[in-house]
């Protein structure tokens, strides 16, 4: 049963950088894709990236400018930083399991379509002077 | 960018009804949706994926359909601990959220 357990400061002031960490407990680093995504009452559930365990990383668009994912997988974790924090990127952060589950054919390719069905707990940021 | 659009954002029922929430796609996405249902203080659960696969452990009264750019989620007899906040998202190109729909006690 795979398992998330994120943390990270949960206090922030305008300009500085997010940080958070997810460990991954009772499954395989790999295959899957792991992600970020946060909420807030402003603009609900909003993806932020997601990371391989090789370290290719895609990011929403939106934020791409000020966010960098990165992995350890010697010690099954991976990690989210957002520079410049503003009032805006006040929400809960979720890591969460982007789990290949379903497969399509298409030609003569095979793709992978992944679904998150594993999420960790959150957590609280608040950023404020 | 895929847009989501789910409606109502509010559902008002009793346990023992059948309900239904709508979610649209702005582009075709095949059956690359999922449901998940979350309640105060936690993580959003996985409900479905693939549009109608029902996600191992979970009620059957659950259930999804649609392919496309429409889809559902209906839930066959409200039980109490149904009372919650779903959402739907797609997963074809990078991910989106719908904004929610919360299912309240009539």
């Known amino acids: 049963q795979v398992r998330l357990q994120q943390w990270g400061a949960g206090l922030l002031k305008p300009s500085e950088t997010l940080s958070l960490t997810c460990a991954v407990f009772?499954?395989?680093?790999?295959?899957?894709?792991w992600n970020w995504i946060r909420q807030s009452p402003g603009k609900g559930l909003e993806w932020i990236g997601e990371i391989t365990p090789s370290g290719s990383a895609n990011y929403n668009p939106s934020l791409q400018s000020r966010v960098t994912m990165s992995v350890d997988t010697s010690k099954n974790q991976f990690s989210l930083k957002l520079i410049s924090v503003t009032a805006a990127d006040t929400a809960i952060y979720f890591c969460a399991r982007g789990f290949p589950g379903d497969t399509a054919i298409i030609g003569l390719s095979y793709y992978y379509y992944y679904y998150m069905d594993v999420w960790g707990k959150g957590t609280t940021v608040t950023v404020s002077s | 960018d895929v847009r989501v659009t789910q409606s109502p954002s509010t559902l008002s029922a009793s346990v023992g009804d059948r309900v239904t929430i709508t979610c649209r796609t702005s582009?075709?996405?095949?059956?690359?949706l999922a449901w998940y249902q979350q309640k105060p203080g936690e993580a959003p659960k996985l409900l479905i994926h693939k549009a109608s696969t029902l996600e191992s452990g979970v009620a059957s009264r659950f259930s999804g359909s649609g392919s496309g750019t429409e889809f559902s989620l209906t839930i066959s007899s409200l039980q109490p601990d149904d009372f919650a906040t779903y959402y739907c998202q797609q997963y074809k190109s990078y991910y989106s959220f719908g904004q929610g729909t919360k299912l309240e006690m009539k």
């Open positions: 582009e075709s996405i095949s059956s690359w």
């Open positions: 009772g499954g395989s680093f790999s295959p899957s894709y």
